[in-house]
């Protein structure tokens, strides 16, 4: 059984950081493509950020929206995907979500709150 454990999430005031954690079991995260999708009120889940297997070099993408600012990293030996978030601006508020990708595997989210 799959499952995805986001944490990290809260509220920060504009111009903060935060770092997400996307605990893994029953999946090798490194053998799959990973995202970060994020889902603020009355809009549609959007992704954010994604990594790309270990065996392909982990290349990342980023939405242009968060490109600069935004740093996703996976952890092998602990099988944790993380999202390093800079410069935080109110328009990134969201429910913030790990998925594998082309699966329907999701974690059940994290809340990210900025404002001041």
């Known amino acids: 059984q799959v499952q995805l454990v986001e944490s990290g999430g809260g509220l920060v005031q504009p111009g903060g950081s935060l770092r997400l954690s996307c605990a893994a079991s029953?999946?090798?995260?490194?053998?799959?493509?990973m995202g970060w999708y994020r889902q603020a009120p009355g809009k549609q889940r959007e992704l954010v950020a994604s990594?790309?297997?270990?065996?392909?070099?982990?290349?990342?993408d980023y939405a242009d929206s968060v490109k600069g600012r935004f740093t996703i990293s996976r952890d092998n030996a602990k099988n944790t995907m993380y999202l390093q978030m800079n410069s935080l601006k109110p328009e990134d508020t969201a429910v913030y979500y790990c998925n594998v990708r082309g699966t329907a595997d999701w974690g059940q989210g994290t809340q990210v709150t900025v404002s001041s």
């Open positions: 029953g999946r090798t995260l490194s053998l799959y493509s």
């Open positions: 990594i790309a297997t270990f065996a392909t070099g982990s290349k990342t």
